[in-house]
């Protein structure tokens, strides 16, 4: 079975032959210089928004200083939220309260914290997980529903809680290092279709034959 059209805002047809609207492609719902989102990564919601970029990272402005990054077939669910760096206060001084940000003149520029938000590909983000500023996922990750997740998640990690803390990992650390070889969201659109039985039934011997020439 050939993989949905990248280029569909929804790429979900219900029975009755209709869009399901309360899924899209990320890489085109999204219209901000800031929120980069890769090929078949998708969200989903109950209350389907017209500004998806706000609804998932609602602290993402135009003028803002940080990125937020995802990879390629991330799988994001309901109430999902990025809180990104723009939301930060500096808290290097006597208070945290954000002067220049009421200030015309100095609001231009003013961002104590400018990192970015990285998340690999092939990330399952469970409902109502909350990303903290800067934080990076690596590939593979699952994160649970309701998790709180800050710093460096390592690739094909489970994380649950608040804070989220590694609980285990979804493969032994060779197959781990097979996987991050293989790169295969990188993949040709019809190899990654070709090859889907072998990513569903965790066949890794049957995926390295598969790779594109």
């Known amino acids: 079975m050939p993989l949905p059209d990248p280029s569909r805002r929804y790429p979900i047809t219900l029975p009755d032959g209709s869009d399901h609207r309360g ?28 500004d998806w970029a706000f609804r998932l990272a609602p602290y993402l402005f135009p003028f803002s200083r940080e990125k937020l990054v995802l990879g390629k077939f991330c799988q994001i669910a309901h109430g999902v939220r990025f809180i990104t760096a723009s939301a930060n206060h500096a808290t290097d001084g006597l208070t945290c309260f954000p002067f220049p940000v009421f200030d015309p003149d100095r609001m231009a520029g003013y961002q104590p914290d400018s990192r970015d938000t990285v998340i690999g590909n092939d990330v399952w983000i469970g409902y109502g997980a909350m990303i903290l500023p800067g934080a990076r996922i690596g590939n593979g990750a699952i994160i649970g529903a309701g998790s709180v997740v800050r710093g460096e998640i390592p690739p094909y990690a489970i ?16 197959t781990v290092e097979r996987l991050q070889a293989l790169n295969w969201w990188d993949w040709p659109a019809e190899s990654v279709a070709h090859a889907d039985e072998a990513l569903l039934s965790g066949d890794i011997d049957a995926l390295e034959r598969m790779v594109p020439k």
């Open 23 to 50: 899924t899209v492609f990320l890489s085109q719902a999204i219209d901000h210089p800031q929120f980069q989102a890769g090929a078949f990564s998708y969200a989903s919601d109950f209350d389907a928004p017209d």
């Open 159 to 174: 994380v649950t809680g608040n804070p989220a803390e590694v609980r285990r990992f979804r493969f032994d650390p060779e």
